[in-house]
Each structure stands twice: as structure tokens, then as C-alpha cells.
């Protein structure tokens, strides 16, 4: 079954950076679009960046525009997502998600397979 392991994060001050890694072990990633998208305390689950199967990008907001970029590095079997300046807004844990097609529109379900990670951002 498929299972992500999310990696990373961590307590940074605000301006720092963190660079998140996703791989999902005995699962080639290669041909799916992957995103990232993430939750805070008490909020619904919010895409951040997705990456498609031809290395398009989607982006479901203005908050991460400049600050995160998504990439692959297929021969390690990862997608990443590279955190700059970040803000106390950008808490949250956040998970990587699998589309056999193309990135979830804004608002449709996704399914979580893995535990997140845990990025902190203090105010």
C-alpha cells in the first residue's frame, strides 16, 4: 500500500528556511502528480504547491508565491518543497498527496497517506 513519509520540518524563526522532503518507499512517484499541501490547528487541509506529471506547477494561493518552490529529484524517488522567508502564517503540518492525473483542483478531497511534518514558525 502506498505510504508517504514526510520529513524536515522543524522550529525555524521567522525569515528562516526548511527544505521538506517527500518519498514513499517501494513506490516510484515518477509518473503522479504529487503536492504538497498542508494544515494548521483547527483549520481544513490547504494545498500549497503541486507539481504535475509533466513538471508544471499549480499553485492554490498568493501566500507561498516567491517564499516555496516544489521540485522532483526522481532518482532519489523525492519531491521536495523549498521554505524561504518564512513566516508564523506558514505553521502547520504538512503532508504530501498522490493524483494518478493531474494536481487536485482547489476544494476537491484528497487522501492523506502519510504522518506529515511539523513545521514551526513562532510569532
Known amino acids: 500500500q502506498l505510504q508517504f513519509v514526510e520529513s524536515g520540518g522543524g522550529l525555524v524563526q521567522p525569515g528562516g528556511s526548511l527544505k521538506l522532503s517527500c518519498t514513499a518507499p517501494?513506490?516510484?512517484?515518477?509518473?503522479?502528480?504529487i503536492g504538497w499541501f498542508r494544515q494548521a490547528p483547527g483549520k481544513e487541509l490547504m494545498g500549497v504547491l503541486c507539481?504535475?506529471?509533466?513538471?508544471?506547477?499549480?499553485h492554490y494561493g498568493d501566500s507561498a508565491k516567491g517564499r516555496f518552490t516544489i521540485y522532483r529529484e526522481n532518482a532519489k524517488n523525492t519531491v521536495y518543497l523549498q521554505m524561504t522567508s518564512l513566516k508564523p502564517e506558514d505553521t502547520a503540518t504538512y503532508y504530501c498527496?498522490?493524483?494518478?492525473?493531474?494536481?487536485?483542483?482547489?476544494?476537491?478531497?484528497?487522501?492523506?497517506w502519510g504522518q506529515g511534518t511539523q513545521v514551526t514558525v513562532p510569532s
Open positions: 498527496i498522490l493524483d494518478e492525473i493531474r494536481c487536485p483542483a482547489p476544494g476537491h478531497k484528497v487522501d492523506l
Open positions: 507539481i504535475e506529471r509533466d513538471n508544471q506547477i499549480t
Open positions: 517501494g513506490f516510484n512517484l515518477d509518473p503522479y502528480a
